[in-house]
């Protein structure tokens, strides 16, 4: 049982007073349940008088996590999130609890300080306890070898949802549980979770049945549409939100974008010992839902058009969303090694970001990282870490030439990371999975053992969904504010009788920030000051639109 104070923290007699005033009172039995696991939704509740216990699976299964006793308050980020509870709240010492409505849940988060910090402080805790202790609650059953499973995995930890990971060919007990779940070896990859099963989702299917899709259909017009949730994107939202715009934020694969699948950020200010981007974009994207912003993902914008006056962003899922502004902060999408092999490795022994998921799927064996930028470093340094071999493999002669010091000096001194200068992947080979690269270098090709290569060798942007709506570079990144020319601009803009704003593209109201923008500098801190700036100038655009 958890009894960390960050997790079971109590409320003073002041602040169950001020929480008095949005919610009612209710008497209840020994027994009585207050949610259940796989609820869709629930309210907050805090415990006046008897206990709760907080429970974890069903039967045979289950497992005690905490007792709320009086002043104390149950519930969890999901309720901010909108995702399905990953537990149960049972009444086991009769009593009263006060029952304060989700919405307004939301209202004293937002406006409320004093109380929010406790509150959020308590449901960041419970978060991170329960991606331990309430990970079977949610089972994924599959093949390290699949690429569905790489998907479905990658999306379930980057969004910070408990769950457990079951491999078919390693795991005991797995055969008895697609038994009993009826799941013949054809439909891996599946999701087991609360009573439910489904056979080989898409993330779009699995992120509807959690509830992390928004129902966009309900909103006539947003005030602000983020497109893409990398730090610019998160910052857009949380400063659009936090400045009264209703803002809803879509994403096409996973929060955070490439930054989002760093090990460690060390130069991002205000963080000197470092931060993951796991863990920098939790932080943010619960900073935005408390101001109220909604997120959608994966939800993939494929088109932007323009009606009665406003925009609307085309959604892979066949919806429109219509916006008074847009933010894209859509990014730039990875570039692949072109090298002989590639494709049968794709799903299982090639990698785009180094978590800790990938990290443990190589340690301790050998692993070659491609690319000379920050990204590539910080993933060869966090596998070193993690006990593996790395070889660093680049075009140049020098990393100095795109990577910051202070790791170029890391990397050069470090005995478990050796550098190949001039050289390229040419071809990889195994079997089953990965088992060697082959480099080709100033002294000719040399076979190497490698069980993971991580690819860091740059993107290109992210820009087809603008159906041609703003002017692009010629590497296809959007043009903005005094890199637009009078040509790029048109006639619309004389009618307007103002040049753009910052970060306004050659369409109005239609602005560009971090990766995705021409000019931008590729850095989290840069990303994070563009997205926020942003929304300065779409406060003004919006006023010039009335």
């Not at 569905?148 to 990658?154: A, D, G, I, T």
């Not at 053992?449 to 969904?465: E, R, T, V």
């Amino acid at each position: 049982m958890i009894d960390d104070p960050s997790v079971t923290i109590g409320l003073s007699q002041a602040q169950l007073a001020e929480l008095a005033e949005f919610g009612s009172r209710r008497a209840v039995a020994e027994g009585d349940y207050l949610y259940r696991e796989g609820d869709a939704d629930y309210d907050f509740f805090v415990v006046l008088s008897g206990v709760v216990e907080i429970v974890a699976g069903t039967g045979g299964d289950e497992r005690l996590i905490a007792r709320h006793g009086p002043g104390r308050f149950l519930g969890e980020l999901n309720l901010l999130t909108g995702l399905r509870v990953f537990v149960t709240a049972r009444v086991v010492e009769p009593g009263e609890v006060l029952v304060v409505p989700a919405a307004a849940l939301r209202e004293i988060i937002a406006e409320r300080p004093a109380l929010s910090d406790v509150i959020l402080a308590a449901f960041i805790a419970r978060r991170s306890m329960l991606l331990t202790d309430a990970a079977a609650t949610i089972r994924l059953i599959g093949s390290r070898y699949s690429a569905e499973l790489s998907r479905l995995r990658e999306f379930l930890q980057r969004a910070q949802v408990p769950h457990q990971w079951l491999d078919p060919d390693r795991d005991d007990g797995v055969e008895g549980l697609l038994r009993d779940a009826g799941v013949q070896p054809r439909e891996l990859p599946i999701v087991i979770a609360t009573g439910a099963v489904l056979r080989r989702p898409t993330t779009g299917e699995l992120a509807q049945f959690l509830g992390l899709v928004v129902d966009t259909s309900t909103h006539h017009c947003f005030d602000l549409v983020v497109v893409g949730s990398g730090p610019a994107g998160l910052a857009a939202a949380v400063y659009g939100a936090s400045e009264g715009l209703s803002t809803l934020a879509v994403e096409s694969t996973a929060l955070g974008g490439q930054a989002g699948g760093s090990s460690r950020i060390e130069n991002y200010l205000g963080f000197p010992t470092g931060i993951s981007g796991g863990d920098l974009t939790h932080r943010a994207l619960v900073q935005a839902e408390k101001f109220g912003a909604a997120f959608t993902v994966p939800c993939t914008a494929v088109g932007l058009t323009q009606t009665a006056g406003h925009l609307s962003v085309h959604l892979s899922d066949g919806t429109d969303v219509v916006a008074r502004a847009v933010i894209a902060a859509s990014g730039a999408r990875y570039r692949k090694l072109r090298a002989p092999g590639i494709e049968e490795f794709e799903d299982s022994s090639v990698f785009y970001a180094a978590t800790e998921m990938e990290a443990r799927e190589c340690t301790p064996a050998p692993v070659v990282v491609v690319g000379g930028g920050n990204s590539a470093g910080q993933a060869a340094m966090f596998l070193a870490e993690s006990g593996s071999p790395v070889t660093i493999v680049i075009r140049g002669a020098d990393l100095a030439a795109s990577m910051s010091r202070y790791l170029v000096d890391r990397i050069v001194s470090d005995p478990r990371i050796q550098l190949r200068t001039r050289t390229t992947v040419s071809a990889l080979i195994g079997s089953m999975a990965l088992e060697h690269v082959v480099l080709a270098g100033p002294d000719g090709e040399t076979k190497l053992a490698c069980q993971a290569l991580f690819s860091f060798i740059g993107a290109d942007p992210a820009s087809q969904w603008l159906s041609g709506c703003a002017a692009l570079d010629g590497h296809g990144f959007v043009l903005t504010d005094r890199s637009l020319t009078a040509d790029q601009l048109g006639s619309t803009w004389d009618v307007l009788g103002r040049a753009p704003l910052p970060f306004e593209s050659s369409r109005p109201g239609l602005f560009a920030v971090g990766d995705l923008r021409s000019g931008s500098t590729k850095r989290v801190a840069a990303a994070v000051g563009e997205g926020s700036a942003a929304v300065r100038a779409v406060h003004e655009y919006l006023a010039f639109s009335h």
